[in-house]
């Protein structure tokens, strides 16, 4: 789930060090995209990865167990065929 935060959200500073020859190619568009914009969604889009693998890894023994489950006996509502 991409968090999304509104312009009203108090904002903080970052340095970035970037490559000139990135620099020299973005500087023509500088007056038609929003680069602090752009770099806080890529930030929020890469912490959602990373908490979403942090979070498969601290539940990786649940998950297979869940799975191992669901093996054995199927899944809920089979008998159905409603899965």
Known sequence: MQTHYPSAVKK????????QGLLD?????KQQV??????EQLLARMLDQLENRSW???N??????HGKSIAQT?????EFDRV
Do not use: C, K, M, V
Request: overall charge negative; proline content about 3%.
């Open 74 to 78: 199927g899944l809920a509502g089979a």
């Open 12 to 19: 903080g500073r970052l340095s970035l060090s970037i490559d």
């Open 60 to 65: 990786a023994d649940a998950l297979e167990a």
């Open 34 to 39: 929003n680069f602090s914009a752009q770099a």
């Open 25 to 29: 190619r973005l500087e023509p568009y």
């Open 56 to 58: 498969a890894e601290r």
